[in-house]
């Protein structure tokens, strides 16, 4: 990587203060930077940084107010987190391997369809009625089931498994060791509570642009279809249960398990290690914080946490109460010794 900070500026669409001819030859956070090192300001608790960072440039925003002389040379946008995203991905576009050619290691059964453009590495299985279109890479050791059909520019990274009649749409990428279109959790208890495996008939349908993080598992339905939405991204071990589906755009973060046939709405903002029963409908919008438990419908742009979970704001209130019940229940104590003695 060696670039000048006017070309830099051009990608991004920037104003550049500073000698636009200075050099940068690699990426570093604001606090760490380096000369030669490009960096970039978006969380206004890190601005004191802005002014003794070694960087030689950094992305700010176009409406920040200097408080003092900044030594790196400045390129101001609109919005500097998107802008280091856009930039980020232009370069990793310069970087990232061409992966091309069907290895003569890979299996691939004679009625599956394999465009020509794939890639195809050591060591994949593509399973009778397979189709997967142009520009599709699938890295080693992936398994591709039967009647799977992968859209174009889709990437399917390391041991991912993407099982029977799963349909993934365009520009999804896998992550490695996820499981797409695995067995749904559907047992029938008899009459002695001795368990019998109900048949899981149907797929999962990933629409396009998704990111499904490593090892992630998403059940396919019973019936019918576990639907993740356009633009969806899930972070590491995230679960998706049978017949649930994940409304457009929103995000999901590590450790987060989802119940079977939860509908949840677009946009959603989904902290880690978060537990959603079955059977819920959660509206657009919604946010719920880290380690929530949500068992109830909740309404479009609700905010949510605890477990079980309550509104935001009430959360927060009550847990400014029940952090201090040990000297509250101590005051009453006294009160009621008080009591006894007549002193009230």
Request: with cysteine; glycine share 10%.
């Amino acid at each position: 990587m060696n670039f000048k900070v006017t070309q830099i500026a051009e990608w991004i669409g920037a104003t550049v203060e500073g000698d636009p001819s200075v050099e940068i030859d690699h990426f570093s956070s604001i606090e760490k930077g380096k000369i030669r090192g490009l960096s970039f300001l978006a969380n206004p608790k890190y601005e004191n940084h802005l002014y003794t960072t070694a960087a030689s440039a950094i992305i700010i925003s176009q409406s920040l107010q200097l408080k003092q002389k900044v030594n790196a040379v400045l390129l101001r946008v609109k919005d500097p987190y998107a802008s280091f995203t856009v930039l980020l991905t232009l370069y990793e576009k310069m970087i990232r391997p061409s992966y091309t050619g069907i290895s003569d290691q890979a299996f691939i059964h004679a009625e599956a369809k394999v465009d020509s453009s794939c890639y195809i590495a050591f060591g994949s299985y593509i399973s009778k009625g397979a189709h997967i279109e142009a520009g599709v890479e699938i890295h080693p050791h992936v398994f591709i089931g039967e009647g799977v059909h992968i859209e174009k520019g889709s990437i399917v990274y390391a041991g991912a498994k993407i099982y029977d009649r799963s349909l993934l749409g365009k520009e999804v990428i896998v992550q490695p060791n996820a499981v797409v279109g695995s067995d749904g959790f559907g047992f029938a208890p008899d009459s002695e509570g001795v368990y019998s495996k109900i048949p899981q008939l149907g797929n999962v349908i990933v629409k396009d642009k998704v990111e499904i993080g490593a090892c992630c598992t998403i059940d396919r339905a019973t019936f019918g279809s576990t639907i993740i939405e356009e633009g969806v991204k899930l972070d590491n071990h995230v679960h998706v249960a049978h017949n649930a589906t994940i409304g457009a755009h929103s995000a999901i973060a590590a450790l987060t398990a989802i119940g079977g046939s939860t509908k949840i709405g677009k946009r959603a903002l989904i902290g880690g290690q978060v537990g959603i029963i079955g059977h819920l409908v959660i509206g657009d919008d919604v946010k719920v914080q880290a380690q929530s438990g949500i068992a109830r419908n909740v309404s479009d742009q609700e905010k949510l946490q605890g477990t079980p979970a309550l509104e935001y704001m009430n959360f927060n209130k009550s847990y400014v109460l029940f952090k201090h019940l040990g000297k509250l229940e101590e005051r009453v104590k006294e009160l009621e010794k008080h009591l006894k003695l007549g002193n009230l």
